[in-house]
C-alpha cells in the first residue's frame, strides 16, 4: 500500500501571500484564485508558461480538435511523450485534460479549460490540507474540497475567455492569455 504526502507551496516571496489567503474565510475564491496563480506565475522565474505551452500540451490540444476517441486520444499522447522523452507533472495534467475533453466531445476549448483546472487543483491541494480547522479557514474536508472544486471552475471559466488554437504558437499564446485572465483581481465574468 502506498502513502501520499502532501508538499506545502514553498515558503518563497512569491508564494507567501497565496499561503496566506487559501483557505481563508476572510477571501472569496476569486482572489484566492487570483493569489494562486499570481505566486504560480511569480515563482521558478516564469517557468509556468513554458511548462504549460510544450508542444507536447499543444498536441494534446489538437488531439481533443479533432474530436478522437478518449482511448486513441490517450494512446496517442501517451506515444508523443514517449517519443519526445518527456514526462513530468504537466505531462499528467495534459494526459487527464485530453481525456476529459475527447470524452465530453468539447474540443480544444475543453481541453484547455480542463488542463487549467488540473493545475489549479494541483497548486489548491498543496496549501488547502495544512489549513482546514485553522481559526479563520475552512473548518472541513467538505468546505476545503468545495473550495477547491470553486477554484477549478474559475480556472474553466477564464480559459473560455480566450480563443485557443492548437497549433504551438497559438497554444502559447492561449496559454499567456489565460494566465492573465487568472491572474487578474477584477477578472471579467
Not at 61 to 77: G, I, K
Not at 139 to 168: F, H, M, N, W, Y
Request: charged share 25%; glycine share 8%; proline share 6%.
Amino acid at each position: 500500500m502506498g502513502t501520499s504526502s502532501n508538499q506545502r507551496s514553498p515558503d518563497t516571496p512569491p508564494w507567501r501571500l497565496a499561503r496566506a489567503v487559501v483557505g481563508s474565510l476572510a477571501w472569496n475564491p476569486d482572489r484566492q484564485s487570483a493569489e494562486i496563480w499570481r505566486a504560480a506565475m511569480g515563482d521558478r522565474e516564469g517557468r509556468l508558461v513554458e511548462e504549460l505551452s510544450t508542444p507536447l500540451a499543444a498536441r494534446a490540444c489538437e488531439l481533443a480538435a479533432r474530436n478522437t476517441a478518449p482511448r486513441d486520444a490517450l494512446n496517442a499522447f501517451d506515444r508523443s511523450s514517449a517519443e519526445a522523452g518527456v514526462t513530468g507533472l504537466v505531462v499528467e495534467m495534459a494526459r487527464r485534460a485530453v481525456v476529459r475533453a475527447c470524452a465530453a466531445g468539447s474540443g480544444p476549448q475543453g481541453f484547455g479549460a480542463e488542463l487549467f483546472a488540473e493545475a489549479a487543483s494541483y497548486y489548491a491541494a498543496r496549501d488547502l490540507p495544512s489549513v482546514v480547522t485553522r481559526p479563520g479557514h475552512v473548518e472541513t474536508t467538505t468546505q476545503s474540497i468545495a473550495l477547491k472544486d470553486r477554484l477549478r471552475a474559475i480556472a474553466r471559466e477564464a480559459s473560455g475567455q480566450v480563443p485557443v488554437r492548437a497549433d504551438p504558437e497559438g497554444w502559447r499564446d492561449y496559454v499567456r492569455g489565460v494566465l492573465a485572465v487568472l491572474r487578474a483581481e477584477n477578472r471579467p465574468k
